[in-house]
């Protein structure tokens, strides 16, 4: 699997605080089924210039390990923002770019923001709103979602790690149609790790395999190679009774 928003780059944010930690977590995905890893820290000005460093540092390492570690950064969507008229870190070599919303409700100038990106060639992909949006939020996603804005659930929503609301959202989510990507969102081995295959195999369980293998396989691969993710199969059929559901 490709993990695409992962904060295994050791002493840049608040993912592991050394090598030797985030060299445990590279073991620890490589036995969860992942074999890329997009390491993407939080924005900010002391993080950009060493996450170069830090990779160079790691990949090593990850080789070793069967991974390949490219990197990216979570912006949250002030950031996103004001950066978007200098230089924007994208995924890997991709005109893809994370943006936390890191508010509870869609804003409304998330449609034009989207649109200005889109004019730089940038697109976006919203990182776990499950964790922040309720179901009235719902229909917005969606229509974000036919505006060209993606959205990455965290494996730990679905698992059932971040609470019952996050997993109600993250299913909603899925039904409907507009869940891009699970990704992990990791950041530790204590309390905010992989998941990914557990993950997976309940996105099997509740939505059948082809549905799993988009998210979890696919999505990311078309990802890597600069594409859009394909909607998952049952997307028309359950678009309207998903709301209520
Ligand atoms: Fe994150």
């Known amino acids: 699997m490709i993990d695409i928003h992962c904060h295994i780059l050791h002493d840049i944010d608040d993912g592991p605080p050394s090598l030797e930690k985030a060299i445990e977590m590279l073991r620890a995905a490589k036995s969860d089924g992942i074999d890329t890893i997009i ?28 991974i390949k570690l490219l990197t990216g950064c979570e912006y949250t969507l002030s950031d996103f923002s004001a950066e ?8 890997g070599e991709t005109s893809f770019v994370l943006v936390d919303l890191n508010t509870c ?4 100038f998330m449609e034009q923001l ?18 922040l949006l309720t179901a009235k939020s719902l229909p917005g996603m969606i229509e974000l979602h036919l505006h ?5 659930v965290n ?4 698992n059932g790690k971040s609470g019952r609301f996050p997993q109600i959202i993250a299913k909603k989510m899925i039904a409907a149609g507009i869940c891009d990507y699970i990704a992990s969102d990791a950041h530790n081995m204590k309390n905010r790790h992989f998941e990914m295959k557990q993950a997976k195999s309940c996105v099997t369980t509740l939505f059948g395999n082809d549905a799993a293998e988009t998210i979890f396989e696919l999505n990311p691969q078309l990802l890597l190679q600069n594409k859009e993710p394909e909607s998952i199969a049952f997307k028309r059929k359950s678009l309207f009774s998903s709301l209520w559901a």
């Open 148 to 152: 060209g804005v993606f959205f990455q």
């Open 39 to 66: 390491a993407t820290p939080h924005f900010n000005s002391t993080t950009v210039p060493v996450i170069s460093l830090r990779r160079s540092e790691l990949s090593s390492h990850a080789l070793q390990c069967g």
């Open 155 to 158: 494996a730990a929503s679905i």
């Open 105 to 108: 409700s869609i804003p409304q």
């Open 84 to 91: 978007l008229e200098k230089s924007i870190l994208v995924l």
């Open 114 to 131: 989207a649109f200005k990106a889109g004019l730089k060639g940038l697109r976006i992909i919203l990182v776990h709103p499950e964790k």
